[in-house]
C-alpha cells in the first residue's frame, strides 16, 4: 500500500465510554449497582476502560449515563474522608490507590435519557465533540494493556482519514452475537478497509467472521449520518447501520477501516466469561497471582472432582 501523508485532522484527545445500560444480565446486583462498578478482582471494570483511553492519550473522557450511574461519577471524584482516614493511618499504598481514579483523566458526563440503543448513546455526545474526530470505548470489552490496540486505531485514522473500527476473528457459528464486516484487504498487516457491516446476521448471512468489537475511532461525520438513521434491530438507533452509510459512501465523512485486533481481550459482559476474567487476571497479578495459582490447581484437581 502506498503510503499517505498523514490527515491534518486534530489529534484524537476525546473519548465516549456510554454506561446508560441497565446489567440485567447481572441482576440482581445490579439492581442498584451499575454494572460498570462490578468489580474485576478489586478494580471497577469502568476504570479499566479509562485507564485504557488515557494510555492512547485520550484525557478528555465524556460518560454518557442514566438513572442509578451516580457511583460511576463518585468513584471517579476525590473522597476527602476516606483519603485522610487512610492518611491518617499510614496507609500509602491504598491511599495511591484511591487517589489514582480521581487523577486518570478530565472526566465529564451526560444522560442519555431514554435507552435507543448504542447509536443514540453516541449521539449524545454530539455537542461535547463538536467537530473533532473521537474514541468509543464500551465497558463489556476489556482490552490487556500489553497491546495498544486504540493506539493502533487512532494512528490509522490520522493516516487514511474517516472512522476505524476493532474487528476480531470468531468461530463463524458465534457471529449472530456481534456486527460481521464484510473487507477489502489493504496493504498493511491486520488493516482492512470496511466496505459493509451488518448488525447480528444469521451465520449464513454474515459477509464473514470477522465481529465489530467495543472499540471505535469515529469521524465527527458520523453525528449528520446517526440523526438519520431509523431505529433498527431491536427497535433501536444502531451504530453500525449509521457506520455501513459512510462505508458505502465515504465522500459522506471518509473511508472506513477496520484493524483486524489478534491480542487479550476480556469480556465482562456475560456472567461466565465475566468470572474467566477475573481467574485470568488474578492469575497474572504479581500480589495475588502465586498463591491463587497454587489453590486454583488444587481445586481443579480436588475439590472440583467432587463436584463432577
Known amino acids: 500500500m502506498t503510503s499517505r501523508p498523514r490527515s491534518s485532522s486534530p489529534r484524537i484527545n476525546k473519548a465516549v465510554i456510554p454506561a446508560a445500560g441497565l446489567g440485567t444480565r447481572f441482576l440482581p446486583a445490579t439492581k442498584a449497582t451499575p454494572k460498570e462498578m462490578l468489580p474485576v478482582v478489586d478494580q471497577p471494570a469502568i476504570q479499566y476502560v479509562v485507564e485504557e483511553a488515557t494510555s492512547a492519550g485520550l484525557t478528555d473522557v465524556l460518560m454518557v449515563t442514566g438513572r442509578n450511574k451516580r457511583p460511576l461519577e463518585d468513584h471517579f471524584d476525590r473522597n476527602y474522608e476516606l483519603e485522610d482516614a487512610l492518611r491518617r493511618k499510614g496507609d500509602a499504598e491504598r491511599l495511591a490507590a484511591v487517589q489514582a481514579s480521581s487523577a486518570l483523566a478530565t472526566i465529564h458526563y451526560v444522560r442519555q435519557g431514554d435507552p435507543k440503543g448504542l447509536g443514540h448513546a453516541v449521539l449524545c455526545a454530539a455537542p461535547h465533540v463538536g467537530s473533532e474526530p473521537f474514541a468509543v470505548l464500551l465497558g463489556d470489552d476489556l482490552i490487556d494493556p500489553r497491546d495498544p490496540l486504540l493506539t493502533t486505531m487512532t494512528r490509522v485514522r490520522e493516516e487514511q482519514g474517516g472512522s476505524v473500527i476493532a474487528l476480531l476473528?470468531?468461530?463463524?457459528?458465534?457471529?449472530?452475537?456481534?456486527?460481521?464486516?464484510?473487507?477489502?484487504?489493504?496493504?498493511?498487516?491486520?488493516?482492512?478497509?470496511?466496505?459493509?457491516?451488518?448488525?447480528?446476521?444469521?451465520?449464513?448471512?454474515?459477509?464473514?467472521?470477522?465481529?465489530?468489537?467495543?472499540?471505535?475511532?469515529?469521524?465527527?461525520?458520523?453525528?449528520?449520518?446517526?440523526?438519520?438513521?431509523?431505529?433498527?434491530?431491536?427497535?433501536?438507533?444502531?451504530?453500525?447501520?449509521?457506520?455501513?452509510?459512510?462505508?458505502?459512501?465515504?465522500?459522506?465523512?471518509?473511508?472506513?477501516?477496520?484493524?483486524?485486533?489478534?491480542?487479550?481481550?476480556?469480556?465482562?459482559?456475560?456472567?461466565?466469561?465475566?468470572?474467566?476474567?477475573?481467574?485470568?487476571?488474578?492469575?497474572?497479578r504479581a500480589d495475588l497471582g502465586p498463591d491463587f495459582r497454587d489453590w486454583l490447581v488444587k481445586y481443579v484437581n480436588g475439590e472440583m472432582q467432587e463436584i463432577d
Open 169 to 284: 476473528e470468531v468461530d463463524p457459528s458465534q457471529i449472530h452475537l456481534y456486527g460481521s464486516a464484510a473487507v477489502q484487504p489493504t496493504g498493511e498487516q491486520d488493516v482492512v478497509k470496511v466496505t459493509g457491516l451488518v448488525e447480528k446476521p444469521a451465520p449464513a448471512d454474515a459477509p464473514s467472521n470477522l465481529a465489530v468489537i467495543g472499540r471505535y475511532v469515529l469521524d465527527p461525520a458520523v453525528f449528520g449520518v446517526l440523526r438519520e438513521t431509523a431505529p433498527g434491530r431491536g427497535g433501536e438507533i444502531q451504530l453500525t447501520d449509521a457506520l455501513q452509510t459512510l462505508a458505502a459512501d465515504p465522500s459522506l465523512g471518509g473511508p472506513v477501516h477496520g484493524v483486524v485486533f489478534r491480542g487479550r481481550r476480556y469480556d465482562t459482559g456475560d456472567r461466565g466469561d465475566y468470572l474467566r476474567t477475573i481467574v485470568r487476571l488474578a492469575c497474572e
